[in-house]
């Protein structure tokens, strides 16, 4: 293990931030609010609510307690974890590795996006319209281009280390991103049409209900609390001894929760806003039209109704979303990297540069295959590799790892924890309970194929 030298985060709240910096993203802006209009508004809402609290709130207590015993990167605190596993071990930690990396490739592409349209007031301001539609347009060098200035953004603030890079920024970032979301939710309430999405967002209509949207809704909570790749692990290894994990777990959560129940309170009502002022949202059958890109259609047409004021708005929206999507490549990057500096003995600067350089390489392979590449990516990271290596996660903490020493860890920095509900539950929740729920979701299509 890499001892008392190894960096740690340097504050309480400056941890929880980089962690819920981590937690929200794209998956929280533009994934949740998407997946709710389009299952039904206030049932997604309330369902994924649920498997945040019932299935992904214990496994990033797993995760982070596994990180702070290994003290070191996820490989190596698996193999600490699970010394008689090694096999499985090193195989959960690959994944972990292979899978965060996979994630940041097509991750940085969609970033690359925002960067354009949050440039794209400013030439038009400036009079460069032929850039501004440049920046607008779909094309394999823009993608490229924008994709390549994200992944140097992320490779900027991982090379500054934990303390001083992902801390530092997360910690600043993430109270912007606050700040301006409630703002702009506040703004987008005064508009009209804006009741009739807070009313689809809020008033459950049971009849929306179906498996499948169970199913959606805890793949959605995996990937919104960075999930099932290590990421957290990663971070819960430079977590000072005396931190109180199932706390600092459940403040994460809530934050993460937080921001996508305020995500969709301004996105839904913002459809439907769109909608007053011609933008077609549904088709006549009532389904979501443009699912994927509702967030680059839906919004953008709606600034561009506001007159001047819509270019600062979405400037604004933009800029939120970009923070966002920071704070959460660079936990995607920190898996890999501090996996080479401590296995492969190079410094930071260097397995920075080196694995930055690699994943740039890969989303280059994306944007000029991308028909064929980006969903499958997608598909593999977050359908597959998230949900199964999030189920080792579970198998190992509750059947590998020495139930004792589970205890002992997450003991520290909160000795009263012995006497809480959560000591008692826990164990045996991660052991038997989120296993078979997760089974479920991969048997599901089985079963309904079958019936
Ligand atoms: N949780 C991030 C989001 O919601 C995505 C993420 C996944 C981050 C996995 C790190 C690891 O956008």
């Not at 509702?294 to 979405?314: E, K, N, R």
């Not at 539950?425 to 038997?432: E, G, L, M």
Request: net charge neutral; charged share 10%; aromatic share 12%.
């Amino acid at each position: 293990m890499a001892g008392n030298s190894r960096a740690q985060f340097s504050s309480r709240l400056g941890f929880i931030l980089a962690a819920a910096g981590s937690a929200v993203g794209l998956g929280n802006i533009w994934g949740f609010p998407t997946q709710a209009a389009s299952n039904g508004g206030a049932v997604f809402l309330l369902t994924y609510l649920f498997m945040v609290f019932i299935l992904a709130y214990p496994l990033l207590v797993a995760e982070l307690t596994i990180g702070r015993y290994g003290n070191a990167n996820p490989i190596r605190s698996l193999l600490a974890v699970a010394p008689k596993q090694k096999t499985v071990a090193k195989i959960v930690g690959m994944a972990g590795l292979l899978g965060a990396s996979g994630i940041l490739s097509f991750y940085a592409i969609v970033a690359g996006w925002l960067l354009g349209f949050f440039a794209n007031p400013m030439l038009k301001i400036v009079g460069l319209n032929d850039a501004a539609v440049w920046l607008e347009t779909f094309s394999n060098e823009r993608n490229l281009l924008l994709m390549l200035l994200f992944m140097l953004l992320t490779i900027f603030v991982v090379r500054k280390g934990v303390a001083g890079g992902i801390e530092r920024w997360s910690s600043r970032l993430m109270p912007v991103l606050f700040v301006l979301f409630v703002l702009m939710t506040i703004y987008i309430m005064t508009l009209p049409g804006a009741g009739e999405g807070l009313k689809m967002y809020l008033v459950p209509d049971a009849s929306h209900f179906s498996p499948d949207l169970v199913i959606s809704a805890m793949g959605q909570a995996f990937f919104s609390l960075s999930i099932g790749v290590c990421a957290m692990m990663a971070y819960g290894s430079y977590l000072r001894k005396d931190a109180n994990l199932p706390m600092t777990a459940a403040q994460v959560s809530l934050l993460d929760t937080g921001v996508a129940f305020l995500a969709g309170l301004l996105v839904l009502p913002a459809m439907f806003v769109a909608q007053k002022n011609g933008v077609q949202i549904y088709s006549e059958t009532g389904a979501l039209l443009d699912s994927d890109t509702l967030v680059f259609s839906v919004l953008p047409a709606m600034f561009d109704t506001m007159g001047s004021a819509g270019l600062l708005i979405g400037m604004a929206f933009f800029a939120l979303m970009i923070i966002a999507a920071l704070t959460s490549s660079i936990a995607m990057l920190e898996v890999p990297v501090s996996t080479a500096i401590e296995e492969l003995n190079i410094e930071r600067g260097k397995a920075v540069w080196l694995i930055g350089g690699l994943i740039a390489a890969f989303s280059t392979v994306i944007v000029f295959n991308f028909g064929d590449l980006f969903g499958l990516v997608i598909s593999v990271t977050t359908e597959y590799a998230q949900p199964i290596i999030g189920l080792m996660t579970a198998l190992i903490a509750g059947w590998i790892w020495h139930r004792n020493q589970v205890l002992e860890e997450l003991k520290q920095g909160n000795p009263e924890l012995e006497s809480s509900l959560f000591w008692k539950i826990w164990p045996s929740y991660v052991r038997f309970v989120c296993p078979v729920l997760m089974g479920m979701v991969f048997l599901w299509p089985v079963l309904k194929g079958m019936l």
